[in-house]
T-cell receptor, first 114, second 116 residues
Framework: AQKVTQAQTEISVVEKEDVTLDCVYE???????LFWYKQPPSGELVFLIR??????QNEISGRYSWNFQKSTSSFNFTITASQVVDSAVYFC???????????FGAGTTVTVRA | NAGVMQNPRHLVRRRGQEARLRCSPM?????VYWYRQLPEEGLKFMVY????????ESGMPKERFSAEFPKEGPSILRIQQVVRGDSAAYFC??????????????FGQGTRLTVV
């Protein structure tokens, strides 16, 4: 069963636009962890954030912000004032309590045009 | 995450050859995880190892694939008699302890295997 769904396959924006990436997850555990990773064209995976299920506070880090809504099982990611360097594939992932595996979504490709 | 070293970055093999992918975890990390990313897909868990032990290989194909993490040296993912369908990016991650405690897993830059 798909545990993490990233419904948007590709998003294309013009520089300075905001872009929001959706992530919907599925778990029966009450304790779990959600992650976002960035995969730029060079191919490596860059860790962006980890959030545990008990912390529903939204988080902001520079131009990045995350909106965690347990009621809708969503952990959305917004890039404000996008830049060309934000062009990448972004993955949302879930880890359940007591499980070391990360379950990844299929990824959303973001293209920021100058 | 730059501390997890994978090599080679790119590997080309002919069908039927063997592929060996190496992963050196971050200093102080004793847990290693291998993931495979097929073209235009997300990463899928393959195997979890501690030093000299395979803890979980539930995501690894039953045939031709094996993994080890010896007491000394890097973790090795070995694919025997490669086929075109093995072409993918293989990522290694490491953590200082069992991620059941949900520490971050830090990923290497990946090895892109192309089977021709």
């Amino acid at each position: 069963a798909q545990k993490v769904t990233q419904a948007q396959t590709e998003i294309s924006v013009v520089e300075k636009e905001d872009v929001t990436l959706d992530c919907v997850y599925e778990t029966r555990d009450t304790t779990y962890y959600l992650f976002w990773y960035k995969q730029p064209p060079s191919g490596e995976l860059v860790f962006l954030i980890r959030r545990n299920s008990f912390d529903e506070q939204n988080e902001i880090s520079g131009r990045y912000s995350w909106n965690f809504q347990k009621s809708t099982s969503s952990f959305n990611f917004t890039i404000t004032a996008s830049q060309v360097v934000d062009s990448a594939v972004y993955f949302c992932a879930l880890s359940e309590e007591g499980d070391y595996k990360l379950s990844f979504g299929a990824g959303t490709t973001v293209t920021v045009r100058a | 995450n730059a501390g997890v070293m994978q090599n080679p970055r790119h590997l080309v093999r002919r069908r039927g050859q063997e592929a060996r992918l190496r992963c050196s975890p971050m200093k102080g990390h004793s847990h290693v995880y291998w993931y495979r990313q097929l073209p235009e897909e997300g990463l899928k868990f393959m195997v979890y190892l501690q030093k000299e032990n395979i803890i979980d290989e539930s995501g690894m194909p039953k045939e031709r694939f094996s993994a080890e993490f010896p007491k000394e040296g890097p973790s090795i993912l070995r694919i025997q008699q490669v086929v075109r369908g093995d072409s993918a990016a293989y990522f290694c991650a490491s953590s200082p302890r069992d991620r059941g405690a949900n520490t971050e897993a830090f990923f290497g830059q990946g090895t892109r295997l192309t089977v021709v």
